[in-house]
């Protein structure tokens, strides 16, 4: 089993590469921005709790989203491995992903690591905006906070990344297919 972390700010491109990677290698593309959105349309309570939080752009707490992705792991048969998608996105939460998959005799085997200016960030968000229909996305002051909240909370796991010895650094500038094989040429050294 291969376990990817996909890291890096909103708008660098996280989702739209964690898609072809998945089908190319196989894993399964969990998205906890994902999940919690599905929880929010199929109005669940736990979903009910959790708009608000995520429509001002802060982090939901790190147990909600922890308790989805033990669910995911351990449902899951017939992929090679896993590729995270905006999990984890705090310190507690990365180490509690090393020890649940340490606990399932698996680690995390690669941190990708999209970089992408502060300018094209933002371009790229109030692009998104026009499609996405997503709240967080609708209003640039809470893009403003999402990118704050990611410089603050999200950015440390780096460090994390680091000490775990598991970190590969990706220009996350130039086509999606040129971007694809950056990714590409860095999983297939840890598969
Ligand atoms: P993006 O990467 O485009 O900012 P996501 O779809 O990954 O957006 O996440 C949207 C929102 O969902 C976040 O701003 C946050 O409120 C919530 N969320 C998603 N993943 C997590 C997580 N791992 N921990 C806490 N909150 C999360």
Redesign the pocket.
Known sequence: MINVLMFG????G??TQSVTLAEKYNLLHL????M??AEIAAGTELGQR?EA??SS??????E??IEMIAHRIDTTTGKAGFIF??????VA?AEELQTMLQERNMKIDLMLVLEVNDAELMDRMKKRALVSG?A??ADESIINN?IA??RSKTEPVLEFGHKAGVVSIVDGVGSIDDIFARLCTHIERVI
């Open positions: 700010p909103p708008g660098s996280k989702g998205s906890t921005g994902d919690l959105r959790m939080i995520m752009g802060e982090l939901v707490p790190d909600v989203v998608d905006g999990f984890p996105r705090t939460q997503r967080d996305d999402r909240v990611y």
